[in-house]
């Protein structure tokens, strides 16, 4: 086994009996198979085209909303209560925007998901009901992740797809967070503060793996959609706007 021991700052005085010192091991194999889907490598390559990202916002519409919907209603839940930052981290409207900016005013007459977007919205939609407390999983995967990747997804996003200024990528930009490494230090003491039942915190790590699974199903979906949707000649290079593609079921 690898030694896992780090230099620690005082601000960094995390054990490994911390939910987000667990959260980050149980999900670190799932975090390479999510680097290493077709959209990732995309994305690491420099070679997201406009279907491909125009796609991915329309899900990260969808699963904002339910997410976002579900942390607000359960805002005072004692799962979600210290790690509920809207304003910092509220992705949803930053997502409208830019779905105004690529498809115009009637965006939400365009939006098209695959089948695995529905049931990552579905579950979460349902542990907003059932299990308040898994949604710090999902906050977690997707915010920081979000953090985590932000600034160099913006920058090779701009430059792929040839776009001028920040205009359509608000998505990546956190104009509440001044330091995303601060910050992101404050939210794991936040999840670490949380207190949970043994029940509980393996239910959470569980859901986290989940968290991470229902991601990579989303961008193998998105990456099926497209397939169907555009000429293979136009997958690389395409920097025209797509017609919208059908829905997958
Ligand atoms: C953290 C890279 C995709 C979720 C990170 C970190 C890097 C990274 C460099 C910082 C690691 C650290 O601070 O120790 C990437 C790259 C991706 C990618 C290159 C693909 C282009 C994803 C996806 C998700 C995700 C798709 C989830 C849906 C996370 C989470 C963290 C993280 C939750 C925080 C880990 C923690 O500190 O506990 N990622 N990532 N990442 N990433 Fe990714």
């Not at 670190?28 to 070679?47: I, Y």
């Not at 839940?77 to 900016?101: C, N, S």
């Not at 104009?175 to 995303?180: K, M, R």
């Amino acid at each position: 086994m690898e030694s896992e021991k780090k230099t620690q700052t005082a601000a960094e005085q995390m054990t490994d009996k911390d939910l987000s010192e667990q959260i980050k091991k149980v999900t670190k194999d799932s975090h390479v198979r999510a680097e290493n889907t077709e959209l990732m490598l995309s994305f690491q390559r420099g070679q997201v085209t406009l279907p491909q990202f125009k796609l991915l916002l329309c899900s990260m519409y969808e699963v904002y909303k339910a997410l976002e919907e579900e942390m607000d209603r359960n805002s005072n839940h004692p799962g979600v209560a210290p790690i509920y930052f809207p304003a910092e981290l509220a992705r949803l409207e930053a997502i409208e925007k830019d779905l105004e900016y690529f498809y115009g005013q009637d965006w939400r007459e365009k939006i098209v998901v695959p089948a695995a977007t529905k049931r990552y919205c579905h579950r979460l939609r349902q542990i907003g009901k059932e299990n308040p407390e898994f949604l710090i999983a999902h906050a977690y995967t997707r915010y920081l992740g979000d953090l985590s990747g932000g600034q160099v997804l913006s920058r090779i996003a701009q430059k792929s797809m040839g776009l001028q200024g920040s205009e359509g990528l608000s998505f990546f930009a956190f104009p509440g967070v001044s330091s995303p490494n601060r910050f992101k230090q404050l939210y794991r003491s936040r999840m670490n503060s949380v207190e949970l039942t043994e029940e509980q915190r393996n239910g959470v790590l569980e859901e986290a793996v989940r968290a991470f699974e229902l991601n990579i199903q989303v961008f193998d979906d998105l990456q099926k959609m497209l397939l169907l949707s555009v000429p293979e000649n136009q997958l690389q290079t395409s920097r025209t706007h797509s017609t919208p593609v059908k829905i997958l079921q």
